[in-house]
């Protein structure tokens, strides 16, 4: 059974960091598309950054881009996804999905990825 468990959120000031993580159980992620995605209250979910199946490459959101470092950890089956300089508009519950193959272009559609977590709150406060 495929199944994915993030953790890692919190509640930060801004320009603080976190790190989240995303195991994975039941299959081998690093065979996998790994998306992280975003849901604010009252927006839709937004792909904020993915790492590829087939070589690694990894994408980012303009948003998040200098500022988040996705990563893969293939000895314990977990992917990261660290966060520095943490805005508020970065608030939101953070999820983690997999895919086996995404076309480059299409990661932040969250259609594309068909097993998801239950998601971390990220709240980013003074």
């Known amino acids: 059974q495929v199944q994915l468990v993030e953790s890692g959120g919190g509640l930060v000031q801004p320009g603080e960091s976190l790190r989240l993580s995303c195991a994975a159980s039941g299959f081998t992620l690093d065979d996998y598309s790994i998306g992280w995605f975003r849901q604010a209250p009252g927006k839709e979910r937004e792909g904020v950054s993915c790492i590829s199946s087939e070589d690694g490459t990894t994408y980012y959101a303009d948003s998040v881009k200098g500022r988040f470092t996705i990563s893969r950890d293939n000895a314990k089956n977990t992917v990261y996804l660290q966060m520095t300089s943490l805005k508020p508009e970065d608030t939101a519950v953070y999820y983690c999905?997999?895919?086996?193959?995404?076309?480059?272009?299409?990661?932040?559609?969250?259609?594309?990825?068909?097993?998801w977590g239950q998601g971390t709150q990220v709240t980013v406060s003074s």
């Open positions: 999905a997999a895919a086996p193959w995404v076309v480059p272009g299409l990661w932040v559609k969250a259609v594309n990825f068909g097993s």
